[in-house]
């Protein structure tokens, strides 16, 4: 079975500065996806980021960039010019890329907070 | 396009009683996958039904069940509900066929039982 592990309980970053999230994973699969998923206090949980494992390029969206390391199971997001907006639990999920199925695997979260 | 809808989106039941939670999946998504969140176990997969069948299924006992119906709107049931179920339910609508399959979540149900 997979397994998504994210080291950071908690991290903080100040305004205009940049952070990483950390996520390792574990499987035996060679295709599969990762995401970044954001959740804001009392807020829907959405999506920041996706990778396809297939892909060498890490994926970029806006402000928000990640660091896929396929040979160290890691997958980390780094997020620049931080906001106060970007204060949330951030979660890492693998999904396999078998089509039979969405059992999307969760890690157990960073708290981000971002300080005036 | 409206979002994944859940309702209700708070309820306290009593334990030994049953609960039945509601998913309205953005429309056209065929899939919808129910999870659990509590602070101690993070984010749980339930089930997750495609096409009114269940198509996987998470490590959970049979007291949680789930269905889904043809216009894909989808509930889940939890029966002789136990203090350990307070948490928060999401659901999530997905459209196979992209190649990523990505979920939207709901706002969630909270549920507390006393």
């Known amino acids: 079975a997979q397994t998504v592990t994210q080291s950071q309980p908690e991290m903080s970053v100040q305004e205009a500065e940049t952070v990483t999230l950390s996520c390792t994973y574990d499987t035996s699969e060679s295709d599969y996806y990762l995401f970044w998923y954001k959740q804001p206090p009392s807020r829907q949980m959405i999506l920041v980021i996706r990778?396809?494992?297939?892909?060498?390029q890490n994926a970029t969206e806006n402000r928000f960039s990640v660091n896929f390391q396929k040979a160290a199971k890691s997958f980390s997001l780094k997020i620049s010019d931080s906001q106060l907006g970007d204060a949330a639990m951030y979660f890492c999920?693998?999904?396999?890329?078998?089509?039979?199925?969405?059992?999307?695997?969760f890690g157990p979260g960073t708290r981000l907070s971002v300080l005036p | 396009k409206a979002g994944v809808t859940q309702t209700p989106r708070y309820l306290i039941k009593t334990r030994g009683q049953q609960v039945t939670l509601s998913c309205s999946p953005i429309s056209g998504h065929r899939s919808v996958s129910w999870y659990q969140q509590t602070p101690g176990q993070g984010l749980q997969f339930l089930f997750e039904y495609f096409s009114e069948t269940q198509r996987n299924k998470g490590n959970f006992p049979g007291r949680f069940s789930g269905r889904q119906f043809s216009n894909s709107r989808s509930e889940m049931n939890v029966s002789t509900l136990e203090l350990g179920d307070s948490a928060l339910y999401l659901c999530?609508?997905?459209?196979?066929?992209?190649?990523?399959?990505?979920?939207?979540f709901g706002p969630g149900t909270r549920l507390t039982v006393t």
């Open positions: 999530a609508s997905s459209t196979p066929g992209t190649s990523f399959d990505e979920q939207y």
């Open positions: 999920a693998y999904r396999s890329a078998d089509n039979y199925g969405q059992n999307f695997v």
């Open positions: 990778q396809e494992a297939y892909k060498q």
